[in-house]
């Protein structure tokens, strides 16, 4: 089974300088839950990897992104597609842990759960943290300009990087990468 890898805030839902701190703020952005669906269908893995340090801060628990999460898997199955498994890092950008992007913790986490590896597969972000993440372990990475991502190609400019793909969203992104 193929794997793709997605990032949540920015990618999935609508992203928020002040953190998705609720399930009523947790917004999907038009066409990714119908995405998601249509990745399922075509025999996809979907796993999403999130940096999430909203709980380390104390702005939402681990009940607040339980719920949110629960959102997001009903929404997709609603849809006709799941998401088999949501790999996040609570810890704070300083922790110096493994799993936050753009360490590749949470990579290897997924690889451990599913028992395959995820060289080669597609690894859909908006933020430079996301495509390092990516390219570090071997995926391929795909930048989509919602949330951080019409920055994260200006800052791309004159870099190695910007050879990556690049689409308007994830709905756009899955239809070009579902006839690769």
Known sequence: MKTIVL???GVINEDSESYIKSVDEFLPIPGSIESIAQLSKAGFRVVVATNQSGL???FFDEH???D???KLCSMAEDAGGKID???YCPHLPDA????RKPKTGMLQQIEYEFGDK???SFFVGDSLKD???ALAFGCKPVLVRTGKGIDTEKALIGNSLLSIPVFDNLAIAVKKLLVL
Do not use: K, P, T
């Not at 110096?96 to 799993?99: G, V």
């Open 68 to 70: 949110m999460h629960h």
């Open 7 to 9: 990032d949540r805030d």
């Open 118 to 120: 995820l060289a080669h």
């Open 64 to 66: 607040v992104l339980s």
């Open 131 to 133: 495509l390092e993440a």
């Open 85 to 87: 498994g949501i790999f």
């Open 56 to 58: 380390a801060r104390g």
């Open 96 to 99: 110096n842990c493994e799993c």
